[in-house]
């Protein structure tokens, strides 16, 4: 079973080659490997490589720059996307491509389910629902998996640059009124590893069924909640003195201006997944230590 794995140089990617290898000849692809900003090129390179499994964990990532590059975040996420769910339909393979929270636009106070309706608020979130309708259009056998702030050790995410302000500066403001899930890239990667086999499984029995699922860790906090917890952590790893952090401050989104708006409240419930694949997602709480103690 050959299973290609494309953007291996992202946070997820980096995990699904090693989370997958057990189930599959792995063929990681990067950007100069399998672009999905030339759309025109995808098919010849399928019909090289012949994947019985797509799993697609290349993505235009940028959030801010997507407001100002919102064609090319929309090829990269939505119409190459419908290329890799065509392919798949036309050659019996199963595609998993990754989603966002920023599909939804943050105006409930209670965790989105998959049923919710979809309104994005950034040119980022349009994009990635472009590449949910896509493959919904085509059909097919796939499993579109919502994630929500996602870090790991590698690459750039919140984890990361909190880690390095902390050994920089002394006092840190961080916004508090937006509310999340963070989810480490390995639990993705794991989960993903999990619910794959089970779905193979189905497809084998003739039960298998397409779907969108939520896949984020359980728990919510702030981002400022978030960066506490980080240093907590931090302080116990770093030697004396590195971590330089003494003044964490919570401030609202307003005094933190960025290109994109933000969901205030991106929280989602993965109940769904877990009840169809029997898999348990961890609390953001019990992933986060192991993350950093990889980092540092």
């Known amino acids: 079973m050959k299973i290609l794995v494309t953007g291996v140089n992202g946070q997820v990617g980096w995990e699904l080659a090693r989370s997958l290898m057990p189930i599959g000849e792995v ?35 940028a959030v801010d720059k997507a407001e100002s590059e919102e064609a090319l975040a929309t090829v990269v996420n939505g119409a190459s996307v ?22 939804f636009d943050g105006t409930k106070t209670s965790p989105y389910v ?10 980022y979130g ?25 870090y790991a050790a590698r690459g750039q995410n919140f984890v990361r640059t909190m880690l390095r302000l902390g050994q ?9 009124d937006q509310v999340g899930a963070p989810t480490w890239a390995r639990n993705i990667a794991d989960v993903t590893a999990f619910v794959l086999v089970k779905a193979l499984e189905e497809r084998q029995k003739g039960e298998f069924t397409s779907g969108v699922f939520n896949l984020g860790a359980k728990g919510e906090v702030s981002w400022h909640g978030f960066a506490e917890r980080i240093f907590s952590i931090a302080k116990g790893l770093l030697p004396n003195g590195q971590l330089k952090i003494a003044q964490l401050n919570a401030i609202p989104t307003s005094a933190y201006p ?9 929280r989602l419930d993965c109940s769904a997944i877990e009840a169809r694949f ?19």
Not at 39 to 51: D, S, W
Not at 258 to 266: D, G, H
Not at 282 to 291: D, M, S, V
Request: include cysteine; proline fraction near 5%.
């Open 82 to 103: 419908g290329v890799l769910a065509l392919w798949a339909k036309n050659n019996h393979a199963l595609l998993i491509h990754y989603s966002t929270d920023y599909v």
């Open 126 to 150: 349009r994009s990635k629902l472009a590449g949910e309708q896509a493959i919904q259009k085509v059909g097919g056998d796939y499993l579109i998996f919502r994630t929500s702030w996602v």
């Open 258 to 266: 960025l290109p994109a708006k933000r969901p205030s409240y991106s």
């Open 278 to 296: 029997g898999v348990a997602i961890p609390h953001w709480e019990l992933a986060l230590p192991l993350c950093i103690n990889d980092t540092v």
């Open 27 to 61: 063929v990681a692809m990067d950007r100069a490997g399998f672009d999905l900003s030339a759309p025109e090129v995808l098919e010849a390179r399928l019909n090289q490589i012949q994947p019985d499994i797509i799993v697609n964990a290349a993505a235009y990532t």
């Open 114 to 123: 998959e049923s919710d309706t979809v309104c994005p608020i950034n040119a």
């Open 168 to 176: 920089e500066r002394e006092t840190l403001g961080v916004v508090n």
